[in-house]
């Protein structure tokens, strides 16, 4: 009973430092997405992607990166952390999406601190 | 368009007490889907419900029982007997407006729930 797995669940970062966040779900879903969430407030999409080879830019993509090489992993870099990315990240995966009625599967987050 | 408003920012009740989280939706879409999760003090996030716009049955599971209104755009959850077990922030989240392909859900800041002992 994985389903969605991050990691690291928790880590500080210095100021320009860059570190990965790794994801993977063991569901066989094609949707993947990176979700940030700051204290007191809802969800913000990063990232999603489609399928393997195919991502592209949510809400609040600027300082960060994915790749989608699998269908089960997608990782999420971050490059010259500043303190705006101290937050709350989760990834999350549905077979078809949320607008065909598929439920979203989030994993546990990871709290990331940018000193 | 899409809005979705969960008027009720926090809501502090006595254990055993009924309570209901309001959430209202509107869309120009005819036909929809919203989710429900619970975001308990550890920061996961659980998913409750899905329902869709053209069952307007209400649910009911174990305790909770959700009110879907079209009429009034109004997809109401409801707790009985309340428990400390359900301090947490409940998101009511609708899918981003059709035609996009994310597929992703819209998250407003929720309501948080507080059940003392």
């Known amino acids: 009973n994985a389903g969605v797995t991050q990691t690291p669940k928790f880590r500080i970062l210095k100021i320009g430092q860059s570190m990965t966040l790794q994801c993977a779900q063991d569901?066989?879903?094609?949707?993947m997405y990176w979700y940030r969430q700051d204290p007191g407030m809802g969800l913000k999409l990063i990232y999603y992607?489609?399928?393997?080879?195919?991502?592209d830019k949510g809400e609040v993509p600027n300082g960060y990166n994915v790749s989608r090489s699998t269908t089960e992993d997608f990782p999420l870099r971050l490059e010259l952390a500043a303190p705006s990315q101290t937050s709350v990240y989760f990834c999350?995966?549905?077979?078809?999406?949320?607008?065909?009625?598929?439920?979203?599967?989030f994993g546990e987050g990871s709290w990331l601190t940018v000193v | 368009a899409q809005k979705v408003t969960q008027a009720q920012t926090e809501i502090s009740v006595v254990e055993k007490e009924d309570v209901t989280l309001d959430c209202v939706y509107e869309?120009?879409?005819?036909?929809?889907?919203l989710f429900w999760y619970k975001q308990p003090p550890s920061g996961e996030l659980v998913f409750l419900i899905r329902?869709?716009?053209?069952?307007?049955q209400n649910e009911i599971s174990g305790r909770y029982s959700w009110n879907f209104q079209k009429s009034t755009s109004s997809f109401n959850f409801t707790i009985t007997a309340s428990q400390v077990v359900d301090s947490a922030v409940y998101f009511c989240?609708?899918?981003?407006?059709?035609?996009?392909?994310?597929?992703?859900?819209?998250f407003g800041k929720g309501t948080k729930l507080s059940v003392k002992p």
């Open positions: 999350a995966s549905s077979s078809q999406g949320a607008h065909s009625g598929n439920t979203i599967y």
């Open positions: 569901m066989n879903h094609n949707y």
């Open positions: 992607s489609v399928g393997a080879g195919i991502t």
């Open positions: 869309t120009r879409d005819t036909t929809y889907y």
């Open positions: 329902r869709n716009s053209f069952d307007e």
């Open positions: 989240a609708p899918p981003e407006a059709y035609g996009g392909s994310q597929g992703n859900l819209i």
